[in-house]
């Protein structure tokens, strides 16, 4: 789960030894650390920036900006956690390098490690998964062009752990990861832009899909992202619509309506969706959010509630809902003045 999660990639925009099976044992050294799920929100990466904009499902806080330190407008946005203790870090791909700069809190800083993982300038695009249940992510890649998968469990780069093939090389598909049956390991997927059509596999390796299904209007420019949106222990999928800043969420793994979905963000054919748990605790301090604000706005000095909400269009929608009403975002529940007004709506109602 570019991701992710590439998505968990491009856009989660990477872990004991052995590949994941049904047969597998899961001793007390392997054993992943289970807890309480919690749902997941969405948020974007602004490249030329290196900034994520993180929304609050909730809307009873502002929602959080963070930048990582070293700013490309080529790289990828990256979620996981690192180090097993229930915090999703982030991270960044430099595809120029094949470096994974890694960190272990969704806050702004330098990263804590480096991994260099598969060649340079080859066109392979990141994910990020618990490939063998010991609770922490590790990092993984995926050759569109060969519709391989190559993962490394160790967290320290070197050759792939494990590799196989699947998908459609003729489509272009985008890799996906996630834990699609709530055994606490993650299977991998593509999504296949062409026809917005998502194959989904809990094994990691080859053969058939386990799940398949479209989702999305076929034609429009999507990008796919995983997460799990209601927090029953179980990824689902979810897709961003570039030119209208739309997320539409789904949580069964099967064809249908989404089930909430809602405008965010700024306009921004460069940016990309990432997913990951939000965590209250984490809310920055006012001046820290001012200056990322302005900084992605373009520079003008506003006031704090001003300048997030001139770079924020948080608005919720029906999938009957035709008219759109603009939000204000707050920063502290104890200013209800400026409480934030956006809810997640769920279709249909």
């Known amino acids: 789960m570019l991701t992710s999660k590439l998505f968990k990639p491009l856009a989660r925009f990477f ?30 990466f602004y490249p030329e920036k290196a900034i994520f904009l993180i929304r609050n499902p909730a809307a009873e806080h502002s929602h959080r900006l963070f930048e990582f330190a070293y700013p490309a407008e ?14 999703m870090g982030s991270g960044l791909y430099d595809p120029n390098t094949s470096l994974f700069y890694l960190r272990n809190q969704d806050d702004s800083g330098y990263p804590d490690n480096t991994i260099y993982f598969g060649p340079a300038k080859a066109g392979w695009l990141p994910i990020v998964g618990d490939w063998n249940g010991d609770g922490c992510d590790s990092v993984g890649l995926y050759d569109p062009k060969t519709s391989q998968f190559y993962l490394n469990n160790t967290g320290r780069g070197g050759q792939a752990d494990c590799q196989f093939m699947f998908g459609n090389a003729a489509h272009a598909c985008l890799p996906l990861a996630g834990d699609w049956d709530g055994d606490g390991l993650d299977g991998i997927g593509v999504y296949d832009p062409i ?11 080859s053969g058939v899909a386990d799940y398949i299904f479209q989702f999305g209007t076929v034609g429009e420019d999507y990008l796919p992202l995983v997460g799990d949106w209601d927090g029953n222990g179980c990824d689902s999928i979810g897709l961003y ?15 249908g309506v989404a089930d909430s979905q809602f405008t965010f963000g700024l306009c921004d054919p460069r940016v990309k969706p990432i997913a990951l748990p939000w ?5 920055r301090d006012i001046q820290s959010d001012q200056h990322l604000a302005e ?14 909400a001139s770079i924020i269009k948080a608005e919720t929608k029906t999938a009957t809902e035709t008219s759109k009403k603009p939000l204000r975002m707050g920063l502290r529940r104890r200013d209800p003045a400026m409480k934030a007004l956006d809810q997640p709506t769920q279709a249909g109602q």
């Open 15 to 44: 872990k004991t030894s052995e590949p994941k099976t049904s047969a597998q044992p899961q001793t007390v050294d392997t054993l992943r650390v289970r807890r309480l799920p919690k749902p997941f929100t969405v948020g974007l």
């Open 74 to 87: 080529d790289w990828l946005p990256l979620t996981g956690d690192w180090t097993n203790t229930g915090v």
């Open 195 to 205: 026809n917005s059509v998502f194959y989904l596999r809990n094994q990691l390796s």
């Open 241 to 255: 619509h570039l030119a209208t800043q739309r997320f539409e969420l789904r949580n069964v793994l099967s064809a």
């Open 279 to 283: 965590n209250e605790w984490q809310l």
């Open 295 to 308: 900084r992605l706005r373009g520079g003008s000095a506003l006031p704090v509630g001003e300048a997030l």
